[in-house]
């Protein structure tokens, strides 16, 4: 019996908080571009046929622009034995950015960074790893350590004019 106990205390459990099979659309997720500020990026966000979610556009470094972001402000409650958010993804080589907020209110996003490969992949994202920033400007010591996520968003802005395409099967948090 006490080996049944000790062994169920280390079962790592997962929750799903993002999973296109399921969603009836793309609705709920909302495109911020660098036309806030004067830019002229363009993205798009939908499901596609295979039932995945697609972010995709053009980001121009006219104006003083260079980012596309597509947000989803919800609700996510995570236990103290959450660790990392694990995204299954397909990328076209780039460099992105996965954010979250504790707090959908709060003024600035705790950040990673990550490459997308071309291929099918899965990222996985340690929280503790998750940086602040406002604007661009780093935060100093301030880590994601919190059971709440109220909002989340993809990222891109590599200084560059480039067209993009990443698709998004699911997000989970281990």
Not at 54 to 66: A, I, L, M, Q
Not at 118 to 125: D, F, N, S
């Amino acid at each position: 019996m006490r080996s049944l106990l000790i062994g169920i205390l280390f079962i790592q459990t997962s929750m799903t908080l993002v999973h296109f099979k399921s969603e009836k659309n793309a609705k709920n997720w909302r495109i911020v571009n660098d036309t806030v500020m004067g830019g002229v990026s363009a993205s798009d966000f939908s499901i596609n046929s295979s039932r995945n979610g697609v972010f995709k556009g053009f980001v121009s470094t006219r104006n003083n622009g260079g980012f596309a972001m597509v947000q989803l402000y919800q609700q996510f409650k995570l236990t103290e034995q959450t660790k990392k958010i694990c995204i299954r993804l397909k990328g076209d080589g780039k460099n992105y950015q996965f954010r979250i907020k504790s707090n959908p209110n709060q003024p600035f996003w705790f950040v990673k960074n990550f490459k997308t490969s071309g291929k099918w992949e899965t990222k996985v994202l340690q929280l503790e790893e998750f940086q602040a920033y406002f604007r661009g400007f780093r935060l100093a010591s301030r880590k994601f350590n919190t059971q709440n996520i109220g909002a989340l968003a993809f990222f891109i802005g590599n200084k560059k004019e480039e067209h993009f395409q990443l698709e998004i099967e699911s997000i989970t948090v281990e």
